[in-house]
């Protein structure tokens, strides 16, 4: 059990000692056994043969210990997490032997733990920003699809009472319709009572105008009566005595016919006065033909009306039912759709914690400052967008940096913003593409106008640095900010680095 736990240095030195020791024992045995000159040169061999053999060892122990040590020290950085080996810590024997070969391929374990650790960082970084944001989304859509499905049980509510009043209005509106058409019937036989009553008051008039003749002869009859009595009357007076009896006759008679004169004249008068009556109310009787005519088209018309009306309130209760058919549909399916919202955020609340506590699993490496690009890194990151602008288009360069993680724009945690020069709305973002048409009321944490002064950097200067403050999108730690800006057309292109 205590030789199991030696270390290999310990082994080493024990097993090459016992071997050197065994060949000292040997070379003395043999020289003790041997006599004359042969004893000097056993004793001369043993003793080389030892200092051969300890050079040996030497040699093998140097060239094994101190590589397996340094492989050993790389070895043990790694696994604390320590990804920041420089150079020398990675020579451990040359290129061509085991050990140099096995300290090559600690470097390169080493760069691709880095470049995996590296990307889990920016790339959980950039999923925890994105979850936190479309958590935040989910939330302000939950709100809003909770109050639109409000508005919408209100708007069914209201679509409900207005079925009942249109199932109304089409009920009263048939019930209308009834009386109308009842109404104008009894205008059509009120107009044809009128129009007999037109004719009767014809026959009175004509009645009434032979009457007059009538009269106009008894009248005429009464005057020559009256002549023929005053004659009687004449002669009986010529007759003396004996024409007495007969002059009475005579007075009396002309009496009667100055009465029936009388008479004839009074009813001629109230006669041609009842004509004149009879004329009047023939014309009104006429005025109120043609009132009643008229009356009995603007029935017949309304009557055509209020059938309109009551087959479009009935089309219109229909329509009206099939809307509120659809407005119970669309508030389930708001309803459904509140429903897939909050389950969304739950989704993106737990990506959140996954990529925070992701990130929090490879926190324990140190990536050293190679981790975050540098200003020297931004600035040339810039400088490339904008040769690309030149070669391929701006456009291009709009696209290539829109493509997010696979565009060729992406260097850990740099990437490119192209920012419209006179608009200053942001046309291409690398890392969050919500930014896309926002800018002018963009502000920092203490309301700084960061974007409009890269623009302004960028426009008057041609290039320039721009600081501000920025909270990071997982830690919500506020951090500066410092954004290398450079005029490329008509936009500005940008990439930022955190101040360490």
Known sequence: MYFANLTLNVRLLFGFGSMLILLGINTWLAASNTAGAARSWI???????IGVGAIIAWWLMRGLIHPLQKALAAAHKITGG??????????????????????LAFKTLRQH??????????????VAGTSSQISRDNSALSERTRMQASSLEATAASMEQLTVTVKQNAVSAEQANKLVVLASDQAVKGGEVVNQVVLTMGSIKDSSRKIVDIISVIDSI??????????????????????????????EVRTLAKRSATAAKEIKSLIVHSVEKVDSGSKLVDDAGKTMDEIVSSVKRVAGIMRKISEESREQSTGIQ????????????????EALVREAG??????????????????????????????????????RGVEFAKTHGQKALLDEIN???????IDRDLYLMAIGANDVTYRAHGNNPRNLGLGPASVDVDGKRFVHEMCTVAKTAGSGWVEYKWAHPVTNEINVKSTYVEKCGEYVVACGVYKQ
């Open 43 to 49: 004793v001369i061999g043993g003793i080389a043969s």
């Open 82 to 103: 320590d990804l920041t080996s420089n150079g020398a810590d990675e020579q451990g024997g040359k290129a061509s032997d085991e050990f140099g070969q096995l300290m």
């Open 113 to 126: 733990i880095f470049k995996v650790v590296s990307d889990v960082r920016t790339g959980t970084t950039t």
């Open 222 to 251: 009464a005057f020559q009566t009256n002549i023929l009595a005053l004659n009687a009357a004449v002669e009986a007076a010529r007759a003396g005595d004996q024409g007495r009896g007969f002059a009475v006759v005579a007075a």
């Open 322 to 337: 099939t809307v509120n058919a659809a407005i119970t549909q669309i508030d389930d399916m708001i309803k459904k759709n």
């Open 346 to 383: 739950r989704t993106s609340t737990a990506l959140n914690e996954y990529a925070v506590s992701l990130l929090k699993s490879v926190s324990g490496f140190n990536l050293g400052t190679s981790e975050y690009g540098n200003e020297d890194e931004a600035i040339a990151l810039v400088k």
């Open 403 to 409: 493509k997010l993680g696979k565009s060729q724009f």
